[in-house]
Nanobody, 126 residues
Framework: QLQLAESGGGLVQPGGSLRLSCAASGRTLDYDAVAWFRQVPGKEREGVVCLSSDGSLYYEDSVKGRFTISKDNAKNMVYLQMNNLKPEDTGAYYC????????????????????WGQGTQVAVSS
């Protein structure tokens, strides 16, 4: 059983940066796909960035060039570096683990993911 726990959210001004962390426990993430999803009230959870088990990446269009996912297998951690933040980046960010299929399809469907963290809130506002 895989447990995921996010941290690092907070309030930041437009143009600022945050790094979200996702700590995994229970088993190694070495061979798993991982992802970050975002959810705002009244809307479905949407994929922000997905990293497949073979290293393929998919970024949602609005975050390309600003967000970067990384995975540290030695520490069993996943990170999301978010730069040049915009108000529309506001939301609850969730770490997800263990999905199969093409990486772009993983990001288009939260139902493909087996494990979720509890989420961390990001607010971008002046």
């Amino acid at each position: 059983q895989l447990q995921l726990a996010e941290s690092g959210g907070g309030l930041v001004q437009p143009g600022g940066s945050l790094r979200l962390s996702c700590a995994a426990s229970g088993r190694t993430l070495d061979y798993d796909a991982v992802a970050w999803f975002r959810q705002v009230p009244g809307k479905e959870r949407e994929g922000v960035v997905c990293l497949s088990s073979d290293g393929s990446l998919y970024y949602e269009d609005s975050v390309k060039g600003r967000f970067t996912i990384s995975k540290d297998n030695a520490k069993n951690m996943v990170y999301l570096q978010m730069n040049n933040l915009k108000p529309e980046d506001t939301g609850a960010y969730y770490c997800a683990g263990d999905a199969a299929g093409a990486v772009q399809n993983m990001c288009r469907s939260s139902g493909r993911w087996s494990y979720w963290g509890q989420g961390t809130q990001v607010a971008v506002s002046s």
